[in-house]
């Protein structure tokens, strides 16, 4: 069995107040790159939050494709004997991508067209990141029941199975 300190090494639980945070910053990168859209995604391609606009039906499919090939770059990477890279771009047509990883946990992922450029992408990405870097890992080091929030009582189960059975 997994204890609970492992699972919150391995995945990281936001809060609102995380998510602001973390929209104050890709909101910043927004307006000073030009780009159309950032997300951050964890790792295992669950999208954590998006700002900016709309770039897909669904912006779930976006992080779960856009961490899936993160990860087979980091194959590439090691068959080339890296450890990984740290960042991975796809140009289209019209829309191109720039995924960045940030602090070992997740992936800053920008959508840009022709109002923004690469070079600009990058800039900015790389600085963003640093600060996001910072707000994981105070995120991760936070202890568990140790950020001012109430835990789930003991009795929750119990209590929670007899709400549902009341309602019907």
Do not use: W
């Not at 600009?120 to 995120?139: D, M, N, Q």
């Amino acid at each position: 069995m997994v204890s609970d300190d492992q699972l919150r090494a391995d995945r990281l639980v936001f809060y609102a107040d995380d998510v602001d945070r973390i929209d104050h910053e890709l909101d910043g990168f927004l307006e000073t790159s030009g780009a159309r859209c950032a997300m951050l995604i964890d790792e295992s391609g669950h999208l954590v939050t998006r700002r900016g606009e709309s770039v897909a039906h669904s912006p779930e499919s976006v992080a779960a494709l856009a961490a899936a090939s993160f990860a087979a770059t980091r194959e590439m990477a090691r068959l080339l004997g890296e450890e990984s890279f740290s960042s991975l771009f796809h140009q289209g047509a019209r829309e191109s991508v720039q995924i960045e990883h940030v602090g070992g946990r997740a992936l800053f992922t920008v959508v840009f067209d022709e109002r923004s450029n690469l070079g600009l992408v990058r800039y900015y990405a790389r600085e963003r990141c640093g600060h996001l870097e910072a707000l994981l890992r105070e995120i991760a080091s936070r202890p568990a029941g140790g950020d001012g929030r109430e835990g789930l009582a003991e009795d929750f189960t119990s209590s929670a199975a007899k709400a549902l059975d009341d309602l019907f």
